[in-house]
């Protein structure tokens, strides 16, 4: 297991925070983690995550069937670290929107309702179609259902402004968070697809 460990903690991973929401019998209640995500597939896009069996944002998203993931930058980190701090018993005495607040995030709400992070690279809904069960996981296959402007998208729009969007992804690897060096994020790779 401590092998698996050191192995595993290599891996440069993004950083996404996950949403989903249960909806009970006077009000939706919301869940979010703090995760990573990867595509498995290119022509349909498909994404995948894994949720430990006792996570209750993964209980959320299986029962609905539907999650966001938005993609942090590294102008997060702060609200990140602030997140991944947090007792069990302060993230619960707030709504998740609010908490998400006091962190430092400026959370939103997709069209389907959904918590997402604006200024996140990447923010979208994604369909659960799939779902595989492992000792401590269950990993899920989604496809995206709806997104979000990103910084991305505003960057294009005001490229004749002076105001520059951080398009910096923020990564974890070797459980720190990092990003690569922007000289590197500028150049490209046609040879790989991704």
Do not use: W
């Not at 891996?11 to 996950?18: F, K, S, Y």
């Not at 896009?45 to 966001?68: C, D, E, N, R």
């Not at 923020?170 to 590197?184: G, H, V």
């Amino acid at each position: 297991m401590e092998g698996n460990l050191s192995i595993a903690r290599q891996i440069a991973c993004p950083v996404v925070l996950i949403s989903s929401s249960l909806e009970n019998e006077h009000e939706n209640t919301d869940f979010y983690m703090l995760s990573s995500i990867s595509y498995v597939n290119l022509e349909p896009l498909i994404l995948s995550t894994a949720f430990l069996k006792t996570s209750k944002t993964g209980s959320a998203a299986l029962a609905s069937k539907t999650m966001a993931v938005s993609v942090l930058s590294f102008e997060h980190v702060e609200a990140v670290t602030k997140l991944e701090n947090q007792t069990a018993a302060e993230k619960s005495a707030l709504a998740a929107d609010e908490n998400l607040r006091q962190c430092g995030f400026s959370p939103g709400r997709l069209n389907s309702g959904l918590l997402y992070i604006r200024g996140s690279l990447l923010a979208c809904s994604l369909k659960i179609f799939q779902q595989i069960e492992l000792d401590q996981y269950i990993v899920v296959l989604a496809k995206i259902e709806e997104t979000a402007t990103t910084p991305l998208d505003r960057a294009i729009e005001s490229a004749s402004t002076s105001k520059t969007v951080s398009t910096e992804p923020l990564i974890r690897y070797n459980r720190l968070y990092a990003t690569i060096d922007k000289e590197r994020l500028s150049q490209g790779n046609d040879r790989y697809p991704v």
